[in-house]
Every structure is written in C-alpha cells, then in structure tokens.
C-alpha cells in the first residue's frame, strides 16, 4: 500500500523537511553533497567531462544518506517526496549559504508538530 502524502506544497514540506535536518552533523554532509552536485554539474559541462554527470546521484544521496541513516537515525524525505526533497536540498543550501537557515530552522520548529 502507498504512503499517503501528507504535503501538498512545496513550501509546507520544506519546513518539515528542515526538522528532519536539526543535527548539524547532517546539515553539514547536505551541503557538502550538493556543493558536489554543482560543481560535477558545471565541471561536467565545461570540461566535458561526462562521468562527472554520472557522479551526481552518488555524491548527492551519498552524503545526505550517510547524514540520515547514521546521524539523524531517520528516513530520508527523498523516499516520500522525491521531487520535493531535491528541491528542498537546493534551498536549504541557498539558506546557508545566505544566512538565512538558523531563522527557517526556528520557523519550522513552531510550525511542524513535535515528533512524539
């Protein structure tokens, strides 16, 4: 049977999606993953290099995996909300590198119910 889906908008799963993310450990590998991504994606490109395009699922996943499964000891979003959590990948990582994470941390916490 499939999960039901609980969000409908993008922006209604990003706030989860950032309490999924409180250890900073996995924070940290989430970045680090999708700095990989970009920089795979425009080496890539430039050089022409094409196994560099290849790479990209393992160093994105790769890292958020590792952060998930033996740091927040949870499941990651991507199984659910494919689509959504990649995004979400995306703009977290713009928010760090803006400032603006600790300020979205704190509104996701108000606004995804405690886990019981």
């Not at 989860?16 to 409180?22: C, F, K, M, Q, S």
């Not at 494919?82 to 995306?90: H, Q, V």
Request: net charge positive.
């Amino acid at each position: 049977m499939a999960t039901e889906k609980k969000y409908k908008t993008f922006w209604s799963f990003y706030l989860y999606y950032l309490t999924e993310h409180g250890d900073l450990k996995n924070r940290v590998l989430h970045f680090i993953g999708t700095a990989l991504v970009i920089a795979c994606l425009i080496a890539g490109i430039i050089l022409g290099n094409w196994w560099l395009i290849a790479v990209i699922p393992v160093c994105g996943y790769g890292f958020a995996w590792v952060g998930h499964f033996f740091i927040e000891k949870n499941k990651p979003a991507t199984f659910t909300y494919p689509l959504y959590s990649l995004g979400s990948d995306f703009v977290m990582f713009w928010h760090i590198i803006t400032g603006q994470l600790p300020k979205k941390m704190e509104e996701a916490r108000k606004t995804i119910e405690p886990k019981k």
